[in-house]
């Protein structure tokens, strides 16, 4: 393929992808876009800290050679005013996996959301939040270590499908007319209306990757988070998918809760995976009472967005939370807070929530001596108590620093082997 704006490095290979697996080379060509506000700051900062932790995890025998890709204001100023360049999408599918900053959605170009248009141009069905504490960063809970959670929330159904007519429109009319005439349905006369889309091929392979993560990654249990109690066509029958492809497709290595503790006195037999299930609104107490009852969590479009916010607040707020969205194997890793515009260009913003996206990246990837390298780095200098401002009007006794300070810290401990 022939790009028109996009260089690729002229070393470096491509990942391998044959079927259901990829292969990475020592020396992968991986995606990357700066983003807008903010994300030209945390996206300098984090190349650098991640080079430094690849050459010192595999002392100079791996190496990524990075091609970046445009999206947002920057393609609009090289791309004569386009905000998502298709030649963008295509190199993310042949490579396979991009790391992205945060991008503003511009008012009034027919965008709803640039980040919703390349979840939907790429089928990136899974948005995957892993939500754990890093010694030092500050908390509200008494034990935030216990926060060991990934989220698995369902990408592209639900409420967010862009399914609504506005009262009092023509097409909101027709629709209220139909319902009430044909369905039999009883609402105000001015009600707004939307359809909540939740099927069983959205819902299994999304449970499917969640219970296929735990299996890859040692988890124990993966809870189906739902409001089916209410609604019992969608949220119910979601939970209803989630246990069959549990018992279907890894009846071998998964049991349900019932089963646990019916047969296993509950005490989880080695190597099972436990599926069990909880309603939404008990889970927003559960993950701040009892945060190490769960592991990974399943959760449909709505209820996966505010869940994994409010979880991510236990452990440190956006500035730090990593997050993905994934098909089967195209990924797009990326900061989960917005461009912060008061902030751009001011060297002072939080790099960790990119920061921990390439960390998750590198687990990805197969190079989980990359993750471990920064996650020891950063460790150390929240020990010093090196920070940026937004952990540091949470300290006493913080030493605040911008954002490329704070990588310049991170790579002084990787360099020096304090994070070996
Ligand atoms: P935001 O950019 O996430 O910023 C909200 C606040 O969160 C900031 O003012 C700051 O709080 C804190 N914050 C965000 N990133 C931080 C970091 N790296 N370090 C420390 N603190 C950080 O949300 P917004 O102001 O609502 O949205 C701005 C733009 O971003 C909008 O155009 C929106 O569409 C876009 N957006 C993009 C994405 C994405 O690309 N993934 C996601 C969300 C929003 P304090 O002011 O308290 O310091």
Not at 14 to 31: A, Y
Not at 39 to 68: F, M
Not at 227 to 239: C, V
Request: with cysteine.
């Amino acid at each position: 393929m022939t790009y028109q704006h996009v260089q690729m490095p002229a070393s470096g290979e491509k990942i391998s992808v044959s079927g259901d697996t990829f292969s990475v080379p020592e020396n992968p060509i991986l995606g990357y876009v700066e983003g807008d506000g903010i994300g030209p700051d945390i996206t300098k900062a984090c190349l650098r800290v991640w080079d430094a932790a690849v050459e010192r995890a595999y002392d100079g025998n791996r190496k990524v050679h990075w091609a970046e890709l445009y999206m947002g204001e920057k393609a609009a100023g090289i791309y004569d005013g386009d905000y998502f360049p298709a030649e963008t999408l295509e190199a993310i599918k042949d490579l396979t996996v991009a790391i992205k900053g945060p991008l503003t959605t511009p008012v009034g170009k027919g965008f709803r959301s640039l980040n919703v248009a390349l979840r939907q141009s790429l089928d990136l069905y899974a948005c995957v939040r892993p939500v754990r504490h890093y010694a030092g960063v500050p908390s509200p809970l008494k034990e935030p270590q216990k926060v060991d959670v990934v989220f698995f929330r369902e990408n592209t159904e639900d409420v967010y499908a862009g399914l609504e007519w506005q009262s009092g429109s023509d097409d909101n009319k027709k629709l209220a007319k139909f319902l009430r005439e044909e369905m039999d349905a009883d609402f105000f006369e001015d009600a707004g209306l939307g359809v909540k889309p939740i099927s069983e091929f959205g819902s299994k392979r999304l449970v499917r990757k969640a219970i296929q993560y735990a299996i890859d990654n040692g988890r124990e249990s993966v809870t189906l988070v739902h409001k089916g109690n209410i609604m019992k066509f969608t949220e119910g029958a979601f939970r209803e998918w989630g246990y069959e492809v549990a018992k279907e497709e890894f009846g071998d290595i998964t049991i349900t809760e019932d089963e646990l503790w019916e047969k296993h006195d509950g005490k989880r037999p080695e190597g099972k995976i436990v599926i069990k299930d909880r309603i939404a609104d008990i889970m927003f107490q559960l993950m701040l009472l009892r945060p190490d009852d769960f592991d990974v969590i399943a959760t449909m479009n709505l209820n996966g967005d505010y869940m994994s916010d409010a979880a991510a607040a236990e452990v440190g707020g956006i500035g730090i939370a990593p997050g993905a969205n994934m098909a089967d194997n195209i990924a797009v890793f990326e900061a989960t807070h917005g461009t912060a515009p008061k902030y751009a260009d001011q060297n002072k913003v939080n790099p960790g929530s990119l920061l921990f996206s390439g960390v998750n990246m590198f687990e990805y990837l197969g190079w989980p001596e990359v993750a471990q390298q920064i996650n020891k780095a950063y460790e150390k200098v929240l020990a010093d108590k090196v920070v940026t401002y937004d952990f540091a009007r949470n300290m006493t006794g913080a030493k605040e620093v911008g954002t490329s300070q704070f990588a310049d810290a991170l790579i002084e401990k990787i360099q020096s082997g304090a994070a070996d």
